[in-house]
């Protein structure tokens, strides 16, 4: 297994410009979640999902969208770019019934100038 | 907003000494995790505490959930280098399926 992949590693924005950032597990795992990690802050919650066509706003949902098309992937989008969007970007998955582990990505870092 | 307070925010020790990291909250939490990262990698899984209480122990390792579930505890007995990394707390609200309020961290370096 794969576990949880995340493209790319790096990206470099304009202010404005839209990207999409991807993430796929090989887990048959329900529910996926996007975080933000900044210095002395933590990870933040973005948005998650319990499920295939399900999706629904975390912590910190503005300036992002997301869709759950499959259950392997959970891409997600920013509509145009602010510099306050820099930051670290984790994906994580589980299991829903009795799955407490949440395993995530490797981080895809941004800077968007 | 369910907020989870970590201190001290960094640490910095010799090797052989014994540390105690701490995770506070004015709510209560159904379980406390425990998650450790290295630089350019994701946050790791340590443990899962559930019962008010509750102590677990990972090798040097042991984790504290405190009565109340507000509260939780990691102590290092004899740190090495190789225990240096992010340790972050994160806290599992009563109802929500599987939305983690994650602390700030501890940036530990344990020097040889």
């Known amino acids: 297994n794969a576990g949880v992949t995340q493209t790319p590693k790096f990206q470099v924005l304009k202010t404005g410009q839209s990207m999409t950032l991807q993430c796929a597990q090989d887990?048959?795992?329900?529910?996926m979640s996007w975080y933000r990690q900044d210095p002395g802050m933590g990870l933040r919650l973005i948005h998650y999902s319990v499920g295939a066509g399900i999706t629904d706003q975390g912590e910190v949902p503005n300036g992002y969208n997301v869709s759950r098309s499959t259950t392997e992937d959970f891409p997600l989008r920013l509509l145009s770019a602010a510099p306050s969007q820099t930051s670290v970007y984790f994906c994580a998955s589980s299991l829903l019934q009795g799955g407490e582990t949440q395993y995530f990505g490797p981080g895809t870092r941004l800077l968007v100038l | 907003t369910q907020l989870l307070e970590q201190s001290p925010q960094f640490l910095s020790i010799q090797e052989g000494e014994n540390l105690t990291v701490y995770c506070n909250s004015s709510?209560?939490?159904?379980?406390l995790q425990w998650y450790r990262q290295e630089p350019g990698e994701g946050p790791v899984l340590l443990v899962t505490?559930?019962?008010?209480?509750e102590v677990k122990k990972l090798k040097r390792l042991t984790f504290q959930f405190g009565d109340a579930r507000k509260d939780s505890s990691l102590h290092i007995t004899a740190a090495q280098p190789g225990d240096t990394g992010l340790y972050l707390c994160?806290?599992?609200?009563?109802?929500?399926?599987?939305?983690?309020?994650f602390g700030s961290g501890t940036q530990l370096t344990v020097l040889p």
């Open positions: 887990m048959n795992h329900e529910y």
């Open positions: 709510s209560v939490f159904s379980s």
């Open positions: 994160a806290g599992l609200a009563s109802g929500s399926a599987r939305q983690l309020t």
């Open positions: 505490v559930v019962t008010g209480g």
